[in-house]
């Protein structure tokens, strides 16, 4: 298996613009986590799902960001307008089962979005 | 609430010391607790876990941590640093929901030749 995909690796907009993230999981997981980090804030759980439905999204900053999972297969994480504040490294990870299983993620190598 | 709170931020040991990263947690539940490494410019990646049984757990590059219940710890050890050790070290702990895994502010951790 090729890992956790993710794309773009590096994303460069102003502020104002739309940006999406994209996030291909190991095939076969059923967990898929989206992470941003900051040196301020470090590693903040932003959303996850399960079986394709958002379990928990209290993460999410606010209503700029969102969030889907239309198949098993890919993610997006969306923010519209983006602004400078964003700018981090945001990353897709993803995990099988219940129990120990469920939380030995295996992370994407992250996307490096920088809002001018 | 869980929550975990990984002391010290930045470690500096010299190569072929004793590596000694702190973790304490919070779980309102039977804790599993995990630690991951972060390489530069890359995503984490996990090095042990601790679910049940043996508190005394191996990892991978030479790394264990023991589970220390009464002390509600989790501190990662490595009896001798390589140079190649040096990334950042992310404690963890399961959620309620048990899908969930909250991370620790991380800790950097610089070896010295």
């Known amino acids: 298996d090729a890992g956790v995909i993710q794309s773009p690796r590096h994303e460069v907009t102003e502020m104002g613009q739309e940006v999406t993230l994209r996030c291909k999981p190991i095939s076969g997981h059923d967990y898929l986590f989206w992470y941003r980090q900051t040196m301020m804030r470090g590693l903040e759980l932003l959303i996850y799902?399960?079986?394709?439905?958002?379990?928990?999204d209290s993460g999410m900053p606010e209503d700029r960001f969102s969030a889907k999972m239309p198949n098993a297969s890919f993610s997006t994480l969306k923010i519209q307008p983006s602004e400078p504040r964003d700018s981090a490294v945001y990353f897709c990870a993803s995990s099988f089962g219940q129990g120990g299983g469920a939380n030995v993620l295996t992370f994407g190598a992250g996307s490096r979005l920088t809002v001018l | 609430a869980q929550s975990v709170t990984q002391l010290g931020s930045h470690v500096s040991v010299s190569e072929g010391a004793l590596v000694l990263l702190r973790c304490n947690y919070s779980?309102?539940?039977?804790?599993?607790l995990f630690w991951y490494v972060q390489y530069p410019n890359q995503g984490l990646q996990l090095l042990l876990k601790y679910t049940t049984g043996a508190t005394l757990v191996k990892g991978i590059n030479g790394f264990e941590a023991e589970f220390k219940k009464s002390e509600t710890s989790f501190h990662l050890t490595k009896p001798s640093a390589h140079m190649s050790d040096a990334a950042e070290y992310f404690c963890?702990?399961?959620?309620?929901?048990?899908?969930?895994?909250?991370f620790g502010q991380g800790t950097t951790l610089q070896v010295k030749p």
């Open positions: 799902f399960n079986n394709n439905v958002p379990i928990d």
């Open positions: 779980s309102s539940v039977p804790p599993y």
């Open positions: 963890a702990v399961r959620g309620p929901p048990p899908g969930k895994l909250i």
